[in-house]
C-alpha cells in the first residue's frame, strides 16, 4: 500500500454574467471538467470555490478571498482553475496571486492550458498570457464605449431608465411636463431644492406618486435630456453643453435626441447658470433672499425678486450691501409704478401682520377652532389620497410585470393601465381641490411657531419658515416715488396673503 500523500485541490470557478450560456463557461460544466482532472491526477478536492456573476477584472470577489483566506491556514496545496482567465485578467492581480501562492507553498494549475510556474520560463510564459487576457477585456470594454458613445452622437438613448415627465415609448406625459416646469419656475424665483419639494409636495403634485426631495428636484433641473440633449458619463459641473461632442475633462459625450424637449436649450442654459451662481456665491453676497418666491406686487400682480444693492459707507468707507425686492414688471419694461421695498421693510410688514392676526380675540375663538378642525380633517383626508396615490402605483407596475410574464395580453395591461391613470388623475385633482378650499385659512400654531423661531434663526432657516407659512405675500403702498428718511420704513402695508 503506497504511504505517498495525496495533494489537496482547491477548485476555482468563475462565471461571469455574459458566459453563463456558454458551454464549457457553465458553472456545472468548469466543475465537472475540474473534478474529472482532479482525479486524474489523483488529488483530492478539498473545496470548490465559485464567484457567480463576477467579472475578473480585480480580486474583489467573496471566494477568491475565501480561498486566500484558507491557503494561509494551509488548507490544500494546490490551486486548479478551468482556464487562467477564470482566475484573473488583470496581469497586476496575477503577479499578487502568483507571488502569494509561492509564499504559502501553493501550486498553480489550468486544467486546458499548459503553465510551469516554478521556473523563470514558466512564469514568463503565464504572466504573458495574463497580459492577453486584460489586454482582450479592455479591448472589449473600449469597443462597448465606442458603440454607446456613437449611439449618444445619433441621438438614441443607450439604454436606461426613461426620466421622470415621459413614458417608456419617450413621448411627454402632459401632466408630468407641468410639474417640471412649475418646478424650474419656483426655483427661477428664488426657492431652493428642499423648499420646492415641499412646495410641490403639499399641492399634492407628487413625483409618480411618491414625494419630491431635494435631491430628485436638483436632478431633474439639472438633467439635459429635458432640453434635448442625450448625455453619456458625469456630468460638467459648469460651461455650456455642445451636442455630438465629447468633453475630454470630465468623459462625457452628448448629442440631439429625438425626443421632444421640456425646456428650450436657452431656457435650460438660463437655469444651469443660475445654479453655477447659487453654488460660487454669485447669486448673492448674503446668500439668501427670505421672501423670493411667494412675494407678490400687490398693484400689477407680478412677483417680486430679490436684488442686492452695494453703497460705500461715508463714515466707515466699508461696503454697506443691502437685500431689496423690484416688481418683476417694473425690472422688465417699467410697466409698473410699484417702488421697491428693503427686505427688513417686507419682514416688519409680515411680522405685524402675523401680530394683529393673532391679537385678534375673535378669530382667535370658536371659528379659529372650527377652521383648524376643517383642516385637520382635511390633511386627514390628503394623506389618505396620497395612500391611494402609492397604490395605483405598486398596481401600475403589477400590471406590467404580468405582461412581461405571458399573463396578460397588450390589450389587457392597456386597458389597466388607463384605467390606473384616470383613479390617479381624479385623486390628484382632489388633492388640489381640498387644498384650494382650505390656502387661505391661517395655521395659528404655525403662526405662533414662526415667531418664536425667528429671531434664532439663520438666513437659510428664515426662508425655510416663509415658504412653510406662506404662498402667497402681496405688498402695497399708496406711494410712487419714496424718499425715505435713513433706517425709517415708508407708509405700505400687506394687501392679501393666503397661507399653505
Not at 470548490?48 to 491556514?73: F, H, N
Not at 417608456?168 to 431652493?192: F, S, T, W
Amino acid at each position: 500500500m503506497s504511504n505517498r500523500k495525496l495533494l489537496k485541490a482547491a477548485l476555482y470557478i468563475r462565471v461571469s454574467t455574459d458566459k453563463q450560456a456558454e458551454e464549457g463557461f457553465s458553472v456545472d460544466g468548469q466543475l465537472n471538467r475540474l473534478g474529472n482532472f482532479a482525479e486524474s491526477q489523483d488529488w483530492e478536492v478539498f473545496d470548490t470555490y465559485v464567484d457567480d456573476g463576477y467579472s475578473a477584472k480585480d480580486l474583489e470577489r467573496p471566494e477568491i478571498q475565501r480561498l486566500m483566506s484558507d491557503m494561509e491556514e494551509k488548507k490544500f496545496d494546490i490551486v486548479l482553475v478551468y482556464k487562467l482567465d477564470r482566475l484573473t485578467r488583470s496581469v497586476s492581480d496575477l503577479h499578487k496571486l502568483l507571488k502569494t501562492f509561492d509564499l504559502h507553498g501553493v501550486k498553480f494549475k489550468s486544467a486546458t492550458e499548459i503553465f510551469e510556474t516554478t521556473t523563470a520560463m514558466g512564469r514568463f510564459f503565464i504572466t504573458l498570457v495574463g497580459a492577453m487576457a486584460e489586454w482582450e477585456r479592455e479591448t472589449i470594454s473600449e469597443r462597448v464605449r465606442f458603440g454607446v458613445e456613437q449611439m449618444v452622437k445619433e441621438g438614441k438613448r443607450p439604454g436606461g431608465i426613461i426620466p421622470y415627465g415621459y413614458t417608456q415609448d419617450e413621448v411627454i406625459i402632459p401632466e408630468e411636463r407641468n410639474i417640471i416646469r412649475e418646478a424650474r419656475r419656483l426655483y427661477h424665483n428664488g426657492l431652493g431644492y428642499k423648499s420646492i419639494a415641499m412646495r410641490l409636495n403639499s399641492k399634492g403634485l407628487l413625483r409618480r406618486g411618491r414625494e419630491w426631495t431635494s435631491a430628485t428636484v436638483s436632478y431633474t433641473l439639472e438633467n439635459p435630456y429635458y432640453a434635448g440633449i442625450i448625455r453619456l458619463g458625469s456630468k460638467t459641473p459648469e460651461g455650456t453643453y455642445v451636442n455630438s461632442k465629447r468633453d475630454e475633462r470630465v468623459n462625457c459625450v452628448y448629442g440631439t435626441g429625438s425626443h421632444e424637449p421640456i425646456f428650450t436649450a436657452e431656457e435650460y442654459q438660463e437655469t444651469k447658470d443660475l445654479m453655477e451662481r447659487r453654488t460660487s456665491g454669485g447669486f448673492s453676497r448674503n446668500k439668501v433672499y427670505w421672501f423670493s418666491g411667494v412675494l407678490r406686487c400687490g398693484r400689477c400682480g407680478a412677483a417680486m425678486f430679490g436684488r442686492l444693492t452695494n453703497k460705500r459707507s461715508l463714515r466707515s468707507g466699508e461696503i454697506v450691501r443691502t437685500q431689496y425686492y423690484i416688481c418683476s414688471n417694473k425690472h422688465s419694461n417699467n410697466s409698473c409704478d410699484m417702488p421697491t421695498f428693503r427686505q427688513v421693510h417686507v419682514e416688519h410688514l409680515v411680522r405685524s401682520y402675523i401680530q394683529k392676526i393673532k391679537l385678534d380675540t375673535e378669530l382667535i375663538g370658536a371659528e379659529t377652532n372650527n377652521a383648524i378642525t376643517e383642516r385637520s380633517k382635511n390633511e386627514d383626508e390628503i394623506q389618505l389620497a396620497k395612500k391611494d396615490l402609492a397604490k395605483i402605483l405598486k398596481r401600475k407596475e403589477k400590471w406590467q410585470y404580468m405582461f412581461v410574464e405571458g399573463l396578460i395580453s397588450k390589450e389587457d395591461v392597456r386597458k389597466r393601465i388607463t384605467e390606473e391613470e384616470e383613479q390617479e388623475k381624479e385623486l390628484k385633482l382632489k388633492i388640489a381641490e381640498i387644498q384650494n378650499n382650505y390656502s387661505g385659512v391661517p395655521k395659528l400654531e404655525l403662526l405662533s411657531e414662526m415667531e418664536e423661531l425667528w429671531d434664532i434663526s439663520d438666513d437659510e432657516e428664515k426662508k425655510e419658515l416663509v415658504y412653510t407659512t406662506f404662498k402667497k405675500i402681496a405688498l402695497n403702498t399708496n406711494l410712487t416715488k419714496v424718499k425715505g428718511v435713513k433706517n425709517k420704513f415708508f407708509d405700505a402695508y400687506i394687501d392679501d396673503i393666503i397661507f399653505n
